[in-house]
């Protein structure tokens, strides 16, 4: 996983202060070891800086997102997200009826990824991966 430090490394080299909201926003993500919600991140954000705000969380998620430190996830029709792992890298799998995630590790992804560069010479960015369906109890839940 992407270290404290790593990212606070990141933020700084960018040129971003480390503000109070932006270390706590932080620490949230890495405390968890999946995905977490934006309105989780603010209710928890809320008890150390009582007056932060949403649309605090959400920039402050997008911008971690921008940097590669944290990924982002729709599940549920909701933004969720994850400290980045470079070495454990994953895309998801989102059942669209009961928001079970499950992970996709790239290799999956590797022969598509080529035919792409080779039928249309397109170099996808697959690193970042989300594929809807309906896992197999919902499947067949609705079989039945």
Known sequence: MLGHESAIGR?????????????????????R???IGADEVWSLAKQQHPYVDLATIYRTLQLLKRLGVVTEVVIGNKLHFELADKDNRHNHMVCSVCDTVQTLSPDYLDEFSQRLEQEFGFTPDLDNLTIGGKCAKCQSATTE
């Not at 960018?14 to 405390?31: C, H, K, N």
Request: hydrophobic share 35%; net charge positive.
């Open 33 to 35: 070891s999946g995905h």
């Open 11 to 31: 933020l700084r080299s960018q040129g971003y202060r480390i503000t109070p909201q932006r270390l706590s926003v932080l620490d949230i993500v890495a405390g």
